[in-house]
């Protein structure tokens, strides 16, 4: 079963920090790539960053430098570590498995509820 729960977003003002947090369930997060994702209102979805089950990452241009994604194995939780937000990181940010295929695609169909990132002043 596909259990996803995204929490951690909120209102920041530019150039803060957000951590998000998903937990997934064991059969989701196990030996599975893990992957960040968003959706801004108006536009499609898309990948901000994976990270392999054996650590190495991969992430959007427009977030290198600025975000950090990292999982916690025993746990079955993938974070993503957000400095210096900038008002066009604002959307609702999901998780999901990761599976590459030249480029990174959702696994599942079934997403979380997200949670909503809003950066402005």
């Known amino acids: 079963q596909v259990q996803l729960v995204e929490s951690g977003g909120g209102l920041v003002q530019p150039g803060g920090s957000l951590r998000l947090s998903c937990a997934a369930s064991r059969s989701v997060f196990s030996l599975n790539a893990m992957g960040w994702y968003r959706q801004a209102p108006g536009k499609e979805r898309e990948l901000v960053a994976a990270i392999s089950s054996g650590g190495s990452t991969n992430y959007a241009d427009s977030v290198k430098g600025r975000f950090t994604i990292s999982r916690d194995n025993p746990k079955n939780t993938v974070y993503l570590q957000m400095n210096s937000l900038k008002p066009e990181d604002t959307a609702v940010y999901y998780c999901?498995?990761?599976?590459?295929?030249?480029?990174?695609?959702?696994?599942?169909?079934?997403w979380g509820q997200g949670t909503q990132v809003t950066v402005s002043s």
């Open positions: 999901n498995a990761a599976v590459l295929h030249g480029s990174w695609y959702p696994k599942y169909d079934s």
